[in-house]
């Protein structure tokens, strides 16, 4: 089993910048791909960013150029930076992980809040 703890969210003004960081702990050996999804009220849960082990990175339109996602294996921690933050990207952040027999785990998530 694997337990995703994330941090790092918060109330920002808009053109802000937070940084979310997400611990694995448990089987955090076997996990390949690590990201961000996030959940704005009313809407579906949709994907930030992901990481594979190796590095490998994709972004969602909606964020290209202002996030960047990282990866610190030796600690199990991914992280968001998130720049030029706009009121749209409000919402609850989760920390995803995928392991190498696409078991998938969520963290408990955190609030994100952008105000214009």
């Known amino acids: 089993q694997v337990q995703l703890v994330e941090s790092g969210g918060g109330l920002v003004q808009a053109g802000g910048s937070l940084r979310l960081s997400c611990v694995a702990s448990?089987?955090?050996?076997?996990?390949?791909?690590m990201g961000w999804y996030r959940q704005a009220p009313k809407k579906q849960r949709e994907l930030v960013a992901t990481?594979?082990?190796?590095?490998?990175?994709s972004y969602a339109d909606s964020v290209l150029g202002r996030f960047s996602i990282s990866r610190d294996n030796a600690k199990n921690t991914v992280y968001l930076q998130m720049n030029s933050l706009k009121p749209e990207d409000t919402a609850d952040y989760y920390c995803?992980?995928?392991?190498?027999?696409?078991?998938?785990?969520w963290g408990q998530g955190t609030q994100v809040t952008v105000s214009s």
């Open positions: 990481i594979t082990r190796s590095g490998t990175i």
């Open positions: 448990g089987r955090a050996f076997s996990l390949n791909v």
């Open positions: 995803n992980a995928l392991d190498y027999v696409r078991s998938v785990y």
